[in-house]
């Protein structure tokens, strides 16, 4: 009888475990700071064993060639991508021997394992809860996991999506910059990177350094890290495993948009006003770009 207590209450804890948040998110700092600054937060992710070395080489085994990129890990922070030195090993190899290999890696789309998909959408499915009443419409779930050697650096670089990045094992510092400072990130700068084919490197200025936060991030600490914003990452005496979940929003994609149209709009000679500026304006432009691509696609649809 005694037994059988024992029994439900371990499986009861385990539930009660299983359904435990994985991200500790205080909501205040969430509303006041989602997609506008990058915060702070806490996971339990780091004992997770779609994180252990074993089960990432077998990821990057089965991943696509064109879902891994790798290089030298020993870069200087203001990299040309076209001059990125390789490290001479395979994918497998590199998560292999990552302690001393000298070596940054990432497995992108990590969610077409379903192993991995499913870990996504519970973190992702957290986060939606919060982030639904500020941008509605998450969509275009991804995830990243970033395999990187001791003192490894990831040069400093934007992205297009809005990102949490959950550090699993050891540290890394991210100096990440306000996605409002056009002293670091100019309106022309952010036309070009949504309109044209650029590489996620961005030019580092030394006069950039005093403008940033700085962040360090070790196992259970996890940072959100805004659309389109600079951002260099450093990595600390050991190897660093960190998994990045990340998603669009209606509002996103609305700025992609925009910063596409105002591009096209400046190739013709005119001003465009800041994405941001006008939300009428905004709205008009958003409707614009609408009908163009409509009539574009029944342009397309004729001719074929
Ligand atoms: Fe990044």
Redesign the pocket.
């Known amino acids: 009888m005694v037994a059988i207590s024992v029994a439900v209450l371990v499986n009861r804890l385990e539930r009660e475990m299983m359904s435990e948040p994985l991200l500790h998110i205080d909501r205040s700092v969430f509303n006041n700071k989602f997609d506008r600054r990058a915060f702070s937060l806490r996971h339990r992710l780091t004992d997770h064993p779609l994180f252990a070395i074993e089960r990432l080489v077998e990821l990057a085994q089965t991943l696509p060639s064109d879902q891994i990129e790798y290089n030298a890990g020993d870069l200087p922070v203001n990299q040309d991508p076209d001059l990125t030195p390789q490290n001479g090993l395979s994918a497998e190899e590199t998560v292999q021997r990552i302690e001393h290999c000298d070596s940054w890696l990432v497995l992108k789309r990590v969610e077409s394992d379903p192993d991995y998909r499913v870990l996504l959408d519970q973190c992702l499915d957290e986060i939606r809860d919060l982030s639904e009443l500020i941008q509605p419409n998450m969509h275009q779930r991804e995830g990243f996991i970033f395999v990187s050697s001791p003192g490894a650096v990831?040069p400093y670089?934007?992205?297009p999506e809005l990102?949490f990045l959950l550090q699993i094992r050891g540290s890394k510092v991210m100096r990440v910059w306000d996605p409002a400072d056009r002293v670091v990130i100019s309106e022309l700068d952010l036309e070009d990177y949504f309109s044209s084919d650029s590489h996620?490197n961005l030019e580092y200025r030394d006069e950039y350094a005093r403008r940033c936060d700085r962040f360090e991030l070790t196992p259970g600490l996890a940072l959100h890290?805004p659309m389109a914003v600079p951002?260099w990452?450093k990595n600390g005496d050991g190897v660093s495993v960190s998994f990045s979940i990340t998603f669009r929003t209606a509002a996103s994609r609305d700025r992609e948009r925009l910063y596409q149209l105002n591009a096209r709009l400046r190739s013709l000679g005119l001003s465009p006003h800041p994405v941001g500026a006008s939300a009428s304006r905004d709205a008009a432009k958003l409707g614009l770009y609408q009908v163009y691509h409509r009539a574009r696609r029944i342009l397309r649809s004729v001719r074929a």
């Open positions: 990831t670089h934007m992205d990102n996620r890290v951002h990452v």
